[in-house]
């Protein structure tokens, strides 16, 4: 079992930047890929970034030159610099680790993007 913890959301200004961390408890060495994913009100959850065991990192079109998901060794923590965040950005979002069979979900962090 791998359990995930999300931290570093808030309200930040059009433009502005957030970092947001997640912490894995638990097997974490049987955690392939992580990523970032993203549920606005109304919407799907939809990804944002996922960066596998290799350090490939994979981004959503909308985030790309924006956002950068980076990961310790071993695969304790992921990252998410969010950069020239737009009011579209607000969201709740999640961290998910897979481990090849099954996935994991935190409990995710509110990111308001407003004047």
């Known amino acids: 079992q791998v359990h995930l913890e999300e931290s570093g959301g808030g309200l930040v200004q059009p433009g502005g930047s957030l970092r947001l961390s997640c912490r894995a408890f638990?097997?974490?060495?049987?955690?392939?890929?992580m990523g970032w994913y993203r549920q606005a009100p109304g919407k799907q959850r939809e990804l944002v970034a996922t960066?596998?065991?290799?350090?490939?990192?994979d981004y959503a079109d909308s985030v790309k030159g924006r956002f950068v998901i980076s990961v310790t060794s071993p695969k304790d923590a992921v990252f998410l610099q969010m950069n020239d965040l737009k009011p579209e950005d607000t969201a709740v979002y999640y961290c998910?680790?897979?481990?090849?069979?099954?996935?994991?979900w935190g409990q995710g962090t509110q990111v308001t993007v407003s004047s």
């Open positions: 998910k680790g897979n481990s090849g069979s099954d996935n994991y």
């Open positions: 638990g097997l974490i060495f049987d955690i392939l890929t």
């Open positions: 960066i596998g065991s290799a350090g490939t990192a």
